[in-house]
């Protein structure tokens, strides 16, 4: 599985949009791009995925570079709930094994 | 619930104890997975189950055995654990080989081991 790499924290104003960035320069063709987050102690909650379309669902968007090295995940209007640790990781199939970085910890400030 | 149900959600056992955790969903997955969350560190996968074989074993110690009898269960077996095996222990499913769908995630049981 490819490496991802992100901002060890950011903060966000809650109303405002929440842009996490990731580098996965290293993506493989056949690698998708996943985010997920997790609330302190709790499990890691899906976000979304994609592979080189951009995609977007009831929690967020994903925003997939052309070349696939980068993705930004984007909370639209990002509330106090937000706040947590969010993991950008890339893998082929279910069945491979993920790899989990140490994440983006967003603070959603009112 | 997210469909993935971990038991306990705590535990306290001594070194010389053996326990088992329990993992259960009902989502219709087909592979299951054990990481395991130290403070103040990344997931670290332990296992990996495929329609119920092993596809996945990140070099855990012989103290953690993991049993998965079908594909909606998984265990993981406890024995002469150290305290420095005190985490949290997430249980996770996802569709099976070749489908690229999230996973889901219990809840995890945060181990004590004293």
């Known amino acids: 599985d490819a490496k991802t790499t992100q901002p060890p924290s950011m903060d966000c104003a809650e109303g405002r949009a929440a842009n996490l960035p990731c580098n996965h320069s290293?993506?493989?063709?056949?690698?998708?791009v996943y985010w997920y987050r997790q609330i302190h102690s709790q499990g890691p909650q899906y976000i979304i995925h994609?592979?080189?379309n951009n995609e977007t669902n009831e929690m967020a968007s994903l925003i997939i570079t052309e070349d696939r090295k980068s993705s930004t995940l984007i909370l639209p209007h990002a509330t106090l709930r937000d706040t947590a640790v969010y993991y950008c990781i890339v893998r082929a199939t279910n069945a491979g094994k993920s790899t989990f970085g140490d994440g983006t910890t967003l603070t959603v400030k009112p | 619930e997210t469909g993935v149900t971990q038991t306990p959600r705590h535990l306290v056992m001594g070194m010389t104890n053996k326990k088992s955790l329990k993992c259960e969903q009902h989502?219709?997955?087909?592979?299951m997975y054990w990481y395991k969350q130290s403070a103040k560190k990344p997931l670290e996968l332990m296992f990996v189950?495929?329609?119920?074989?092993?596809?996945e074993n990140n070099s855990v110690p012989s103290r953690f055995s993991p049993e998965c009898p079908n594909s909606s269960h998984l265990f993981l077996h406890l024995h002469t654990l150290q305290p420095e095996d005190s985490a949290l222990y997430l249980c996770?499913?996802?569709?099976?080989?070749?489908?690229?769908?999230?996973?889901?995630f219990g809840s995890g049981t945060r181990l004590t081991v004293v």
């Open positions: 189950y495929n329609f119920k074989e092993q596809t």
């Open positions: 290293t993506i493989s063709g056949n690698e998708y």
């Open positions: 994609g592979l080189k």
């Open positions: 996770a499913s996802s569709q099976g080989q070749g489908e690229t769908g999230g996973y889901t």
């Open positions: 989502l219709g997955h087909n592979a």
